[in-house]
Protein backbone atom coordinates (compact mmCIF):
# COMPACT_ATOMS: atom_id res chain seq x y z
CA UNK A 1 0.00 0.00 0.00
CA UNK A 2 1.06 3.61 -1.13
CA UNK A 3 1.72 5.49 2.00
CA UNK A 4 1.56 9.17 0.98
CA UNK A 5 2.96 11.85 3.47
CA UNK A 6 0.46 13.97 5.42
CA UNK A 7 1.51 17.25 4.03
CA UNK A 8 0.64 15.98 0.18
CA UNK A 9 -2.48 15.17 1.28
CA UNK A 10 -3.27 19.10 2.75
CA UNK A 11 -1.97 20.39 0.00
CA UNK A 12 -3.71 18.62 -2.17
CA UNK A 13 -6.76 20.02 -0.81
CA UNK A 14 -5.49 23.72 -0.12
CA UNK A 15 -4.68 23.35 -4.22
CA UNK A 16 -8.44 22.33 -4.43
CA UNK A 17 -9.99 25.02 -2.52
CA UNK A 18 -7.66 27.42 -4.06
CA UNK A 19 -8.67 26.93 -7.63
CA UNK A 20 -12.54 26.58 -6.15
CA UNK A 21 -12.26 29.69 -4.58
CA UNK A 22 -10.77 31.28 -8.14
CA UNK A 23 -13.64 30.20 -9.96
CA UNK A 24 -16.41 31.67 -7.74
CA UNK A 25 -14.38 34.68 -7.76
CA UNK A 26 -14.25 34.61 -11.75
CA UNK A 27 -17.85 33.97 -11.47
CA UNK A 28 -19.30 36.21 -9.18
CA UNK A 29 -17.10 39.11 -10.72
CA UNK A 30 -18.54 38.08 -14.27
CA UNK A 31 -21.93 37.96 -13.21
CA UNK A 32 -21.86 41.87 -11.15
CA UNK A 33 -20.60 42.34 -14.82
CA UNK A 34 -23.31 40.93 -16.74
CA UNK A 35 -26.14 42.25 -14.20
CA UNK A 36 -24.38 45.98 -14.48
CA UNK A 37 -24.81 46.01 -18.26
CA UNK A 38 -28.43 44.50 -18.78
CA UNK A 39 -29.83 46.49 -16.32
CA UNK A 40 -31.08 49.93 -16.04
CA UNK A 41 -28.04 51.42 -13.89
CA UNK A 42 -25.53 50.65 -17.00
CA UNK A 43 -22.36 52.81 -17.21
CA UNK A 44 -23.06 56.29 -18.35
CA UNK A 45 -26.17 58.78 -19.23
CA UNK A 46 -29.04 57.61 -21.39
CA UNK A 47 -27.93 58.06 -25.05
CA UNK A 48 -30.47 61.24 -25.83
CA UNK A 49 -31.57 62.49 -23.08
CA UNK A 50 -30.91 65.69 -21.61
CA UNK A 51 -27.31 65.80 -19.71
CA UNK A 52 -27.24 67.82 -16.48
CA UNK A 53 -25.25 70.41 -15.39
CA UNK A 54 -21.95 70.26 -12.92
CA UNK A 55 -20.70 72.46 -10.66
CA UNK A 56 -16.44 71.00 -9.93
CA UNK A 57 -13.95 72.90 -8.43
CA UNK A 58 -10.85 73.53 -11.19
CA UNK A 59 -7.88 71.61 -9.97
CA UNK A 60 -5.53 74.37 -11.78
CA UNK A 61 -6.80 77.39 -10.87
CA UNK A 62 -8.87 76.32 -7.69
CA UNK A 63 -11.53 78.25 -8.54
CA UNK A 64 -15.26 76.75 -8.72
CA UNK A 65 -16.36 76.19 -12.55
CA UNK A 66 -19.44 75.36 -13.55
CA UNK A 67 -20.33 72.86 -16.83
CA UNK A 68 -23.15 73.58 -18.48
CA UNK A 69 -24.62 71.69 -21.23
CA UNK A 70 -26.83 72.82 -24.21
CA UNK A 71 -24.83 76.18 -24.70
CA UNK A 72 -23.96 75.63 -28.58
CA UNK A 73 -20.87 74.18 -27.98
CA UNK A 74 -20.16 70.29 -27.80
CA UNK A 75 -18.38 68.77 -24.95
CA UNK A 76 -16.80 65.60 -23.82
CA UNK A 77 -16.58 64.75 -20.27
CA UNK A 78 -14.20 62.30 -19.20
CA UNK A 79 -14.81 60.86 -15.73
CA UNK A 80 -11.38 59.37 -14.59
CA UNK A 81 -8.72 59.14 -11.89
CA UNK A 82 -5.32 59.32 -12.00
CA UNK A 83 -5.06 56.60 -10.06
CA UNK A 84 -6.56 54.67 -12.65
CA UNK A 85 -4.19 53.04 -15.60
CA UNK A 86 -7.26 53.02 -18.06
CA UNK A 87 -8.09 56.83 -17.43
CA UNK A 88 -4.34 57.54 -18.42
CA UNK A 89 -4.69 55.54 -21.70
CA UNK A 90 -7.77 58.49 -22.20
CA UNK A 91 -6.52 60.98 -20.92
CA UNK A 92 -3.17 60.22 -23.37
CA UNK A 93 -5.05 60.06 -26.57
CA UNK A 94 -7.33 63.38 -25.44
CA UNK A 95 -4.26 65.16 -24.64
CA UNK A 96 -2.91 64.22 -28.36
CA UNK A 97 -6.39 64.45 -30.26
CA UNK A 98 -6.61 67.89 -28.42
CA UNK A 99 -2.75 69.01 -29.81
CA UNK A 100 -4.08 67.73 -33.25
CA UNK A 101 -6.30 70.13 -33.39
CA UNK A 102 -8.80 67.04 -33.79
CA UNK A 103 -11.02 68.82 -31.07
CA UNK A 104 -11.34 72.19 -32.00
CA UNK A 105 -14.92 73.70 -31.16
CA UNK A 106 -15.43 70.79 -28.63
CA UNK A 107 -15.20 71.45 -24.45
CA UNK A 108 -13.38 68.60 -23.37
CA UNK A 109 -13.24 67.91 -19.14
CA UNK A 110 -11.39 65.83 -17.14
CA UNK A 111 -13.56 64.98 -13.88
CA UNK A 112 -11.89 63.45 -11.02
CA UNK A 113 -12.90 61.31 -7.83
CA UNK A 114 -9.63 60.88 -6.05
CA UNK A 115 -8.60 64.06 -4.49
CA UNK A 116 -6.33 66.35 -6.31
CA UNK A 117 -3.26 65.08 -4.47
CA UNK A 118 -3.09 62.08 -6.42
CA UNK A 119 -2.78 63.83 -9.62
CA UNK A 120 0.88 64.16 -8.60
CA UNK A 121 1.32 60.40 -9.27
CA UNK A 122 0.62 60.21 -12.54
CA UNK A 123 2.96 62.00 -15.32
CA UNK A 124 -0.14 61.99 -17.93
CA UNK A 125 -2.80 63.83 -15.83
CA UNK A 126 0.61 66.55 -14.96
CA UNK A 127 1.46 66.69 -18.60
CA UNK A 128 -2.44 67.66 -19.81
CA UNK A 129 -3.43 70.76 -20.81
CA UNK A 130 -7.12 69.58 -20.55
CA UNK A 131 -9.52 71.07 -17.90
CA UNK A 132 -9.39 69.02 -14.75
CA UNK A 133 -12.18 69.66 -11.79
CA UNK A 134 -13.37 67.63 -9.07
CA UNK A 135 -17.23 67.64 -8.65
CA UNK A 136 -18.32 69.41 -5.33
CA UNK A 137 -20.38 66.68 -4.37
CA UNK A 138 -20.50 63.13 -5.34
CA UNK A 139 -24.14 63.99 -5.84
CA UNK A 140 -23.15 66.39 -9.03
CA UNK A 141 -22.67 63.55 -11.14
CA UNK A 142 -25.40 61.13 -9.99
CA UNK A 143 -27.25 61.99 -13.45
CA UNK A 144 -24.44 60.56 -15.09
CA UNK A 145 -23.97 56.76 -13.46
CA UNK A 146 -20.48 56.83 -13.01
CA UNK A 147 -20.17 53.16 -11.65
CA UNK A 148 -16.33 53.14 -12.89
CA UNK A 149 -14.01 55.28 -15.16
CA UNK A 150 -12.78 55.64 -17.12
CA UNK A 151 -16.38 56.75 -18.71
CA UNK A 152 -16.44 58.81 -21.93
CA UNK A 153 -19.80 60.85 -22.47
CA UNK A 154 -20.02 62.93 -25.39
CA UNK A 155 -22.78 65.98 -25.40
CA UNK A 156 -23.73 67.87 -28.33
CA UNK A 157 -24.49 71.56 -28.46
CA UNK A 158 -27.90 71.25 -27.85
CA UNK A 159 -26.93 69.47 -24.30
CA UNK A 160 -28.40 66.04 -25.53
CA UNK A 161 -25.42 62.77 -24.85
CA UNK A 162 -24.54 61.58 -28.29
CA UNK A 163 -22.26 58.81 -27.11
CA UNK A 164 -21.68 56.58 -23.64
CA UNK A 165 -18.46 54.82 -23.64
CA UNK A 166 -16.77 52.80 -20.64
CA UNK A 167 -13.64 53.18 -23.48
CA UNK A 168 -10.05 54.47 -23.63
CA UNK A 169 -9.33 53.99 -27.57
CA UNK A 170 -7.98 56.22 -29.68
CA UNK A 171 -10.61 55.42 -32.07
CA UNK A 172 -13.47 55.21 -29.76
CA UNK A 173 -12.40 58.95 -28.83
CA UNK A 174 -12.70 60.56 -32.45
CA UNK A 175 -15.62 58.58 -33.26
CA UNK A 176 -17.42 59.88 -30.05
CA UNK A 177 -15.88 63.32 -31.03
CA UNK A 178 -17.11 62.84 -34.66
CA UNK A 179 -20.56 62.32 -33.23
CA UNK A 180 -20.85 65.04 -31.29
CA UNK A 181 -19.34 67.82 -33.77
CA UNK A 182 -21.73 66.30 -36.63
CA UNK A 183 -24.72 66.59 -34.65
CA UNK A 184 -24.24 70.19 -33.56
CA UNK A 185 -23.37 71.38 -36.67
CA UNK A 186 -26.69 69.76 -38.28
CA UNK A 187 -28.85 71.48 -35.50
CA UNK A 188 -27.26 74.88 -36.92
CA UNK B 1 -0.99 20.80 15.34
CA UNK B 2 1.33 19.32 13.14
CA UNK B 3 -2.19 19.88 10.51
CA UNK B 4 -2.41 23.47 11.48
CA UNK B 5 1.14 24.04 10.31
CA UNK B 6 1.44 22.14 7.34
CA UNK B 7 -2.29 23.36 6.08
CA UNK B 8 -0.87 27.28 7.02
CA UNK B 9 2.26 26.71 5.18
CA UNK B 10 0.14 24.63 1.90
CA UNK B 11 -2.61 27.60 2.08
CA UNK B 12 -0.11 30.22 1.82
CA UNK B 13 1.94 28.44 -0.84
CA UNK B 14 -1.64 28.54 -3.07
CA UNK B 15 -2.14 31.95 -2.46
CA UNK B 16 1.12 33.43 -3.17
CA UNK B 17 0.94 31.55 -6.85
CA UNK B 18 -2.96 32.81 -7.64
CA UNK B 19 -1.92 36.18 -6.12
CA UNK B 20 1.44 36.31 -8.40
CA UNK B 21 -0.31 34.94 -11.45
CA UNK B 22 -2.85 37.45 -11.61
CA UNK B 23 -0.80 40.02 -10.95
CA UNK B 24 1.56 39.15 -13.43
CA UNK B 25 -1.39 39.06 -15.84
CA UNK B 26 -2.36 42.71 -14.93
CA UNK B 27 1.19 45.14 -14.60
CA UNK B 28 0.04 48.29 -15.21
CA UNK B 29 -2.86 48.04 -12.76
CA UNK B 30 -0.37 46.67 -10.11
CA UNK B 31 2.52 49.12 -10.93
CA UNK B 32 -0.35 51.54 -11.06
CA UNK B 33 -0.84 50.18 -6.90
CA UNK B 34 2.93 49.97 -6.35
CA UNK B 35 2.80 54.25 -7.48
CA UNK B 36 1.04 55.16 -4.76
CA UNK B 37 3.64 54.31 -2.46
CA UNK B 38 6.59 56.15 -4.45
CA UNK B 39 7.36 59.96 -4.17
CA UNK B 40 5.62 62.01 -6.94
CA UNK B 41 8.73 63.44 -8.47
CA UNK B 42 9.77 59.88 -8.45
CA UNK B 43 7.42 58.34 -10.45
CA UNK B 44 7.97 60.55 -13.83
CA UNK B 45 11.92 60.13 -13.51
CA UNK B 46 11.13 55.86 -12.92
CA UNK B 47 8.83 55.19 -16.32
CA UNK B 48 10.40 51.87 -16.57
CA UNK B 49 11.18 50.77 -12.77
CA UNK B 50 7.58 50.43 -11.96
CA UNK B 51 6.52 47.93 -14.02
CA UNK B 52 9.79 46.12 -13.52
CA UNK B 53 9.07 46.20 -9.98
CA UNK B 54 5.67 44.93 -10.89
CA UNK B 55 6.87 41.80 -12.48
CA UNK B 56 9.53 41.65 -9.71
CA UNK B 57 7.01 41.41 -7.04
CA UNK B 58 4.59 38.99 -9.19
CA UNK B 59 7.74 36.71 -10.17
CA UNK B 60 9.15 36.62 -6.24
CA UNK B 61 5.71 35.26 -5.28
CA UNK B 62 5.61 32.97 -8.31
CA UNK B 63 8.23 31.38 -7.24
CA UNK B 64 8.21 31.69 -3.38
CA UNK B 65 4.80 29.64 -3.86
CA UNK B 66 6.31 27.21 -5.94
CA UNK B 67 8.96 26.68 -4.06
CA UNK B 68 6.98 26.31 -0.89
CA UNK B 69 4.72 23.84 -2.00
CA UNK B 70 6.83 21.79 -3.63
CA UNK B 71 9.46 21.72 -1.33
CA UNK B 72 7.96 21.85 1.91
CA UNK B 73 10.97 20.29 3.90
CA UNK B 74 13.02 23.24 2.74
CA UNK B 75 13.09 25.54 6.04
CA UNK B 76 14.57 27.93 4.74
CA UNK B 77 11.73 29.05 2.64
CA UNK B 78 9.09 29.73 5.87
CA UNK B 79 11.20 32.29 7.55
CA UNK B 80 11.09 34.25 3.34
CA UNK B 81 6.93 33.71 3.10
CA UNK B 82 6.80 35.35 6.68
CA UNK B 83 9.52 38.06 5.26
CA UNK B 84 6.77 38.80 2.29
CA UNK B 85 3.70 38.67 4.51
CA UNK B 86 5.25 41.15 6.94
CA UNK B 87 5.81 43.34 3.54
CA UNK B 88 2.30 42.64 2.70
CA UNK B 89 0.83 43.70 6.00
CA UNK B 90 3.24 46.84 6.48
CA UNK B 91 1.76 47.94 2.87
CA UNK B 92 -1.75 46.97 3.78
CA UNK B 93 -0.94 49.18 7.51
CA UNK B 94 -0.11 52.10 5.23
CA UNK B 95 -2.19 51.72 2.48
CA UNK B 96 -5.14 51.69 4.72
CA UNK B 97 -3.48 55.03 6.46
CA UNK B 98 -2.77 57.05 3.76
CA UNK B 99 -4.71 55.81 0.61
CA UNK B 100 -8.02 54.39 2.10
CA UNK B 101 -10.35 53.36 -1.04
CA UNK B 102 -7.67 53.52 -3.55
CA UNK B 103 -7.54 49.97 -5.96
CA UNK B 104 -4.50 48.01 -4.58
CA UNK B 105 -4.08 45.48 -6.84
CA UNK B 106 -3.51 42.64 -4.59
CA UNK B 107 -4.53 39.86 -6.50
CA UNK B 108 -4.51 41.72 -9.68
CA UNK B 109 -8.18 42.41 -11.36
CA UNK B 110 -9.10 39.61 -9.87
CA UNK B 111 -10.20 41.84 -6.86
CA UNK B 112 -11.33 45.30 -7.42
CA UNK B 113 -11.34 45.95 -3.47
CA UNK B 114 -9.23 49.03 -2.03
CA UNK B 115 -7.27 49.86 0.80
CA UNK B 116 -9.62 49.14 3.82
CA UNK B 117 -9.96 47.39 7.26
CA UNK B 118 -10.74 44.30 5.63
CA UNK B 119 -7.93 44.65 3.26
CA UNK B 120 -5.49 45.42 6.79
CA UNK B 121 -7.42 42.09 8.58
CA UNK B 122 -6.42 39.94 6.01
CA UNK B 123 -3.22 40.96 5.73
CA UNK B 124 -2.62 40.46 9.43
CA UNK B 125 -4.23 36.80 9.17
CA UNK B 126 -1.60 35.97 6.36
CA UNK B 127 1.07 36.95 9.40
CA UNK B 128 0.11 34.95 11.57
CA UNK B 129 -0.81 32.15 9.29
CA UNK B 130 3.42 32.87 7.82
CA UNK B 131 4.46 32.66 11.55
CA UNK B 132 2.53 29.54 12.45
CA UNK B 133 4.28 27.70 9.34
CA UNK B 134 7.45 28.80 10.70
CA UNK B 135 6.81 26.29 13.51
CA UNK B 136 9.09 23.11 13.31
CA UNK B 137 6.94 19.96 11.89
CA UNK B 138 7.72 16.58 14.09
CA UNK B 139 8.33 14.13 12.49
CA UNK B 140 10.27 15.74 9.38
CA UNK B 141 8.89 12.40 7.33
CA UNK B 142 5.50 13.92 7.13
CA UNK B 143 7.04 16.05 4.65
CA UNK B 144 9.27 13.90 2.79
CA UNK B 145 7.94 13.80 -0.75
CA UNK B 146 9.12 11.62 -3.84
CA UNK B 147 10.19 13.00 -7.10
CA UNK B 148 6.97 12.14 -8.71
CA UNK B 149 4.78 13.59 -6.16
CA UNK B 150 7.25 17.13 -6.39
CA UNK B 151 6.62 17.38 -10.17
CA UNK B 152 2.39 16.71 -9.73
CA UNK B 153 2.41 19.56 -7.28
CA UNK B 154 4.53 21.52 -9.45
CA UNK B 155 2.38 20.70 -12.45
CA UNK B 156 -0.49 21.67 -10.44
CA UNK B 157 0.90 25.03 -9.18
CA UNK B 158 1.59 25.79 -12.42
CA UNK B 159 -2.19 24.97 -13.37
CA UNK B 160 -3.23 27.56 -10.52
CA UNK B 161 -0.42 30.49 -11.34
CA UNK B 162 -2.32 29.81 -14.91
CA UNK B 163 -5.68 29.97 -14.26
CA UNK B 164 -5.41 32.55 -12.06
CA UNK B 165 -3.34 34.85 -14.39
CA UNK B 166 -6.34 33.68 -17.27
CA UNK B 167 -9.25 35.17 -14.68
CA UNK B 168 -7.64 38.06 -14.17
CA UNK B 169 -6.87 38.88 -17.74
CA UNK B 170 -10.33 38.15 -18.61
CA UNK B 171 -11.63 40.50 -15.78
CA UNK B 172 -8.82 43.31 -16.66
CA UNK B 173 -10.14 43.27 -19.67
CA UNK B 174 -13.79 43.53 -19.37
CA UNK B 175 -13.91 45.82 -16.02
CA UNK B 176 -13.23 49.24 -15.03
CA UNK B 177 -10.26 49.79 -12.43
CA UNK B 178 -11.18 52.87 -10.96
CA UNK B 179 -12.82 54.83 -7.72
CA UNK B 180 -16.50 56.01 -8.65
CA UNK B 181 -17.16 59.29 -8.47
Redesign the interface.
Known amino acids: MIRIPLYLEIAQWALLLGLGTLLLVLYRQLGRLLSTAAGPQSPGPTVGTKAAPVRYAGVAAGAPGHFTPGNGQPALLAFVDPTCPSCEQLVANLSELEAASELSGVRVLLLISDPPGYLGISPVFQATSLEIGRPLAAGEVSAYHVTGTPLLVAIDGNGMVRAVGVTSKLTDVRAHAATIVRESEAAL | M ?2 LV ?2 A ?3 L ?3 L ?2 SGGAKLADI ?2 F ?3 I ?2 F ?1 P ?1 RA ?2 RL ?1 VALPAAAITIAAVELIAGGLS ?1 CW ?1 AAGWMNPAVLVLGCGLGAVAGIGYVKHRG ?2 CHCFGA ?3 RGFSVRTLLQALVIVAAAALACQRVHPA ?5 GAG ?1 RVL ?1 LA ?2 G ?2 AA ?2 AT ?1 AK ?2 AK ?8
Open positions: TVLAKAAAVLLAAGAAARLVGVAPLPRPLSRPQLGLMLAALLGAAVLTTTSGMVA
